[in-house]
């Protein structure tokens, strides 16, 4: 019996070593159909390894600026606050599993591991998207609704909030019973169950593209279309600074949206062949290059804010010392309830050299010193 149990362990150790891919289609009965090469894994763990540091380091940033610069803690920014989070929580938790995976040549964590990394990387992506559609709508209504409020944090912490709510409505079902999660690709990472062809996998995953893709590219169609037609309507009317202002932060939404679908189009498309189309009909290769340049939207986001958004873009200036006079010079003289920061010497300066006197603030911030220099974030008082 001891020889039997014996035996039959190494028989199965064997089957793992030789061949992991199909001992992990016999264990959870969804597998890929094919491996990478060698050098095809090595391509995949540096593209793997780039993404990951890329994204977190990114990431991280947008976030110390969120946290150091009270100048932008605006309304707005904390939905791009989320979603930055959610890119950084992909990077950590997601990413950095399928580059260990990639270096080891098979997924080698197990299949709880793997229901785990799917439903990571779904959430954290849905978070991201529905983020996105909070942020076309709100454009919207700021830019063809006028006399309204301005917008207070209520609202946005609300639509955070219940954007991690809507994607773990959608996310959790697998790990419950409705489809599930498994191995994808190449077998070095793991998401929803494409391959699983029972009629419950195939209802949520049709429900997953309606309601986590369709639905909010429908909202976000609708918000931009009704958008730029407002704008056409009005477009010979000079706008004022703020709403020209308003107009930028359009701009980048768009950007940020369009590269989102970029980035997510081609792996919904893979998905869904997958999904409903004969079985084998994408190769290892033709599935890892899509879910490469998904992953690769959490490394972008954060050079959009930086690079578009003047707010972010001057203070990530100052973050790293770069030159104050540079950096102030180029900011706008336009006041602003919590957009700029603009750097003046004291009129009594010059009675003291190099004295740089406080200006009475009413926020009382804590003063931001670089190079020497201080000064207050909210009244652009020089310290």
Same mark, same amino acid.
């Given at each position: 019996?001891?020889?039997?149990?014996?035996?039959?362990?190494?028989?199965?150790?064997? &089957?793992?070593?030789?061949? %992991?891919?199909?001992?992990?289609?016999?264990?959870?009965?969804?597998?890929?159909?094919?491996?990478?090469?060698?050098?095809?894994? &090595?391509?995949?763990?540096?593209?793997?390894?780039?993404?990951?540091?890329?994204?977190?380091?990114?990431?991280?940033?947008?976030?110390?600026?969120?946290?150091?610069?009270?100048?932008?803690?605006? %309304?707005?920014?904390?939905?791009?606050?989320?979603?930055?989070?959610?890119?950084?929580?992909?990077?950590?938790?997601?990413?950095?599993?399928?580059?260990?995976?990639?270096?080891?040549?098979?997924?080698?964590?197990?299949?709880?591991?793997?229901? /785990?990394?799917?439903?990571?990387?779904?959430?954290?992506?849905?978070?991201?998207?529905?983020?996105?559609?909070?942020?076309?709508?709100?454009?919207?209504?700021?830019?063809?609704?006028?006399?309204?409020?301005?917008?207070?944090?209520?609202?946005?912490?609300?639509?955070?909030?219940?954007? /991690?709510?809507?994607?773990?409505?959608?996310?959790?079902?697998?790990?419950?019973?409705?489809?599930?999660?498994?191995?994808?690709?190449?077998?070095?990472?793991?998401?929803?169950?494409?391959?699983?062809?029972?009629?419950?996998?195939?209802?949520?995953?049709?429900?997953?593209?309606?309601?986590?893709?369709?639905? %909010?590219?429908?909202?976000?169609?609708?918000?931009?279309?009704?958008?730029?037609?407002? &704008?056409?309507?009005?477009?010979?009317?000079?706008?004022?600074?703020?709403?020209?202002?308003?107009?930028?932060?359009?701009?980048? =939404?768009?950007?940020?949206?369009?590269?989102?679908?970029?980035? /997510?189009?081609?792996?919904?498309? =893979?998905?869904?062949?997958?999904?409903?189309?004969?079985?084998?009909?994408? $190769?290892?290769?033709?599935?890892?290059?899509?879910?490469?340049?998904?992953?690769?939207?959490?490394?972008?986001?954060?050079?959009?804010?930086?690079?578009?958004?003047?707010?972010?873009?001057?203070?990530?200036?100052?973050?790293?010392?770069?030159?104050?006079?540079?950096?102030?010079?180029?900011?706008?003289?336009?006041?602003?309830?919590?957009?700029?920061?603009?750097?003046?010497?004291?009129?009594?300066?010059?009675?003291?050299?190099?004295?740089?006197?406080?200006?009475?603030? %009413?926020?009382?911030?804590?003063?931001?010193?670089?190079?020497?220099?201080?000064?207050?974030?909210?009244? $652009?008082?020089?310290?």
């Amino acid at each position: 019996m001891m020889s039997f149990q014996t035996s039959h362990l190494n028989d199965t150790f064997s &089957v793992s070593d030789k061949d %992991p891919v199909r001992f992990l289609h016999e264990q959870w009965n969804d597998s890929p159909t094919g491996t990478l090469s060698r050098a095809g894994l &090595v391509a995949l763990s540096v593209f793997l390894g780039l993404i990951m540091t890329s994204g977190f380091l990114n990431n991280v940033v947008v976030l110390a600026l969120f946290c150091k610069f009270k100048t932008l803690r605006t %309304p707005v920014n904390v939905i791009l606050v989320n979603i930055s989070l959610s890119d950084l929580l992909v990077c950590a938790c997601g990413t950095t599993l399928s580059f260990a995976s990639s270096v080891r040549g098979r997924w080698f964590l197990g299949k709880q591991a793997c229901m /785990w990394h799917g439903f990571v990387n779904s959430c954290f992506g849905i978070v991201s998207l529905i983020s996105l559609v909070i942020l076309s709508y709100e454009r919207y209504r700021t830019l063809t609704v006028y006399n309204q409020k301005s917008l207070g944090y209520r609202k946005p912490l609300l639509a955070v909030g219940g954007s /991690w709510l809507y994607s773990l409505i959608w996310t959790v079902p697998p790990l419950l019973g409705w489809s599930s999660y498994g191995l994808e690709g190449a077998g070095t990472s793991c998401s929803v169950s494409w391959t699983e062809r029972s009629p419950k996998s195939s209802a949520y995953i049709v429900c997953l593209f309606i309601f986590c893709l369709g639905l %909010p590219v429908t909202v976000m169609v609708y918000s931009y279309g009704r958008l730029f037609y407002a &704008v056409k309507q009005v477009g010979k009317v000079r706008r004022s600074a703020s709403r020209k202002r308003e107009f930028r932060l359009l701009s980048m =939404v768009i950007v940020m949206v369009t590269c989102y679908l970029l980035c /997510w189009t081609p792996y919904g498309i =893979v998905a869904l062949i997958v999904t409903f189309g004969r079985r084998g009909a994408v $190769s290892p290769l033709a599935s890892v290059v899509p879910s490469l340049l998904a992953k690769s939207s959490t490394v972008i986001n954060p050079v959009i804010y930086i690079l578009l958004n003047k707010q972010f873009y001057k203070c990530f200036l100052i973050l790293f010392r770069c030159e104050l006079s540079s950096a102030a010079n180029s900011l706008s003289s336009a006041p602003s309830k919590s957009t700029f920061i603009h750097l003046d010497r004291h009129p009594d300066a010059d009675a003291s050299p190099g004295a740089l006197r406080p200006s009475a603030c %009413p926020q009382e911030p804590g003063p931001l010193c670089v190079l020497g220099r201080c000064v207050c974030v909210v009244c $652009s008082a020089v310290i």
